[in-house]
């Protein structure tokens, strides 16, 4: 049996695209020296499908760098190792989806990873990190739900909107 046939093809497009479109704040603008996807596009040409995903390497680095640094100073350091993470992680994402439809196993421990990177920003950042936190579960839950675990994804959707509610100290004023 091939382990693709039962995959959506479809929840697998709509998840990368959003995953594109939701990271792509966090980059730089498109540029001859730093080609992008144009937005919301799942066809792009080779060269700049090539780009996109040739800095991954580089953004892997940067991030492991960052860890480091965030241990010793997280309230400054932990806010741009999430933000290079999730760029990390989208585009490894979007490599695998492009070679394989076969999406959990691997890529899973990525967005768990971010999860963990925001939660530990929650305590020192307050709203902050909360919004970070919020963040990096709607990532997962989008990535779930691609792969197929409605149940996960729902949950991790209810945790973060949960966390975008306003404190209760904030609701009594």
Excluded: C
């Excluded at 792009?44 to 241990?71: H, I, N, V």
């Excluded at 899973?108 to 307050?126: K, M, N, Q, Y």
């Excluded at 839950?141 to 306003?166: C, I, N």
Aim: aromatic letters at 6%.
């Amino acid at each position: 049996m091939n382990p693709t046939e039962n995959v959506d093809q479809d929840a697998v497009l709509r998840a990368r695209t959003v995953l594109l479109g939701s990271g792509r704040e966090l980059g730089p603008p498109a540029s001859p020296d730093s080609p992008a996807p144009s937005f919301g596009s799942t066809s792009w040409s080779g060269d700049t499908a090539r780009a996109y995903f040739d800095a991954l390497p580089a953004l892997e680095e940067r991030a492991a760098r960052l860890a480091g640094e965030a241990d010793t100073d997280p309230r400054t350091h932990l806010p741009e190792l999430i933000a290079v993470h999730r760029r990390a992680t989208i585009r490894a994402a979007l490599l695998r989806e492009r070679r394989s439809h076969i999406v959990l196993e691997p890529l899973r421990p990525f967005f768990d990873r971010g999860v963990a990177l925001a939660r530990r920003l929650t305590e020192p950042a307050g709203a902050e990190g909360r919004a970070a936190l919020a963040g990096a579960l709607t990532d997962r839950s989008m990535f779930l739900l691609a792969a197929e675990r409605y149940g996960e994804a729902h949950e991790d959707f209810l945790a973060a909107t949960a966390l975008l509610e306003p404190a209760p100290e904030s609701r009594e004023k």
